[in-house]
């Protein structure tokens, strides 16, 4: 079974940093793209960035552009978002999910149970 699992996440400060991770297994994890959402209290679930298989970047939110980025190592199975001038309005739990084709230009198939982030003071 498709398995994604996001780690990382915690209490930050107003302008820290947090680095998240999501590692995945059972796929052929080279040939997708990874999409990170995130859903605020209160809030409807938003798509944040997406990064292709040659590791081009999208970005969903126009919130954190120079803010976050993101990474991803093939033979880890690993992608990484570096969160960094973190604000109030970044506190959200944060999904990794599979794309379904190589580029960042559809929709999404699987999903990891998220992790927690909190920015406050």
């Known amino acids: 079974q498709v398995q994604l699992v996001e780690s990382g996440g915690g209490l930050a400060q107003p302008g820290g940093s947090l680095r998240l991770s999501c590692a995945a297994s059972?796929?052929?994890?080279?040939?997708?793209?990874i999409l990170w959402f995130r859903q605020a209290p209160g809030k409807e679930r938003e798509g944040v960035l997406c990064i292709s298989t040659r590791g081009s970047v999208t970005y969903y939110s126009d919130s954190v552009k120079g803010r976050f980025t993101i990474s991803r190592d093939n033979a880890k199975n690993t992608v990484h978002l570096q969160m960094n001038s973190l604000k109030s309005e970044d506190t959200a739990d944060y999904y990794c999910a599979r794309g379904q084709s190589r580029f960042c230009d559809g929709t999404a198939d699987y999903w990891g149970q998220g992790t927690q982030v909190t920015v406050s003071s």
């Open positions: 059972a796929f052929s994890f080279y040939n997708y793209a």
